[in-house]
């Protein structure tokens, strides 16, 4: 039997069992991976002495912590909490339940007052009155792109809800002009953040530890120079389920597993799926490794109980959205001989 052969016929037998079992990871294995190498690049690539992260109780950001705990010890990990005006308070119960779990330090540093002297919240709000002028102190907004992709082929064309405080719901479409104002602005909130983490990573001669996962690296859901400009990417070449999968095998707490992630930017809020992701993680998650590794949309739409032209929907989704932020994930670009 020819080589070429043995290799069409594993693939045959991957794509013919093909589904979210898919993305089951060796946990053990993979942790025990992740730690040594958070002390080889810490300890001998940087040449620093423990780790600084930001911790939102959020998943992410959760497994991240406790990678580094066992990498380093609780007394080399600081975590820091990094509220602002509009943060959620929840983000704060559950980051300090996370951090008591572990046993790690916690630094609270609100961000406001910077973000007032950027301009952040008059900037953004500049474009949002533009489209509705009644808006202001008590209001909710949140932007979203339209729904689930299962259901309906749209654009990635986003939407601005905002919500009065007697709870009535307004919606517009955003035109470019509104919606980069609004980016802009808002993407001061990463920014800031990420010089804190800093501030505290150089008193200590610790590394800063990122937490994007794949999902949010590869489709650009991050922040150029902010929760994007990190030391190292512990977590960056998983997708989000299974980042799920560290995280029971991690010990991470159960109120925080069960949380639904959420972006926690805007005031109005709005969770990762409607504002970014426009479907569930495990079928996002399952329908990208199948594409990845070459496997037939007929397959990846059998073992998810899809249509093709709905697999086929997602796929074109993330690779449109793969090419449209490809510049975020660009190194400075030197032009040098």
Known sequence: MSETTIIEENTLSQSSTFGRHSLDLDVEQECDRLIEGLRQHVHQTLRRQGAVLGISGGIDSSVVLALCVKAFGADRVV????????????????????????????????????????GCYRRRN?????????FGPGWGAKIALPGNLLEQNTLNIFYLTVTSPAGEEFTKRLPPAEYY?????????????????????????????????????????FVKHGDGGTDISPIGHLFKTQVYQLARHLG?????????????????GSTQEEFFFRLPFDIL???????????ANEKIAQGLNLTVEQVERVVADIVRKQRTTAYLRMHTISLAD
Do not use: C
């Open 79 to 118: 975590a820091l909490l990094l509220p602002e005006g509009e943060s959620s308070p929840d983000s704060a119960t559950l980051a300090h339940m996370l951090a008591d779990h572990y046993g790690v330090k916690t630094i609270t540093e609100d961000i406001s007052g910077a973000l007032e002297g950027f």
């Open 126 to 134: 500049e474009a949002i009155q533009r489209l509705f002028p009644d």
């Open 181 to 221: 104002q609004i980016v802009a602005a808002s993407n001061f909130k990463q920014r800031a953040r990420m010089s804190m983490l800093y501030y505290h990573a150089e008193l200590r001669n610790y590394a800063v530890i990122g937490t994007p996962n794949k999902n949010e690296h590869l489709l650009g859901f």
């Open 252 to 268: 991470v707490p159960e109120e925080i597993q069960r949380r639904t992630p959420t972006s926690d930017t805007y005031p109005g």
């Open 285 to 295: 998650d399952t329908i990208w490794l199948g594409y990845e590794r070459g496997i």
